[in-house]
């Protein structure tokens, strides 16, 4: 099997991107190496939380 992608998501995570980012936690073809946090569909202070609750 190869190795998984290293990958950083950049995102606002309101709901779809949550799922999104949970897909990502859990396929093996990627590992993710970071997660930051941006102003989009949620405030900058809402997006990080929510990514920290993944």
Known sequence: MAEPKKIIIDTDPGIDDAMAILLALQSPEV????LTTIY???YTTLATRNALHL
């Not at 590992?31 to 970071?34: L, S, Y």
């Open 31 to 34: 590992e993710v190496i970071g």
């Open 40 to 42: 989009g569909n949620v």
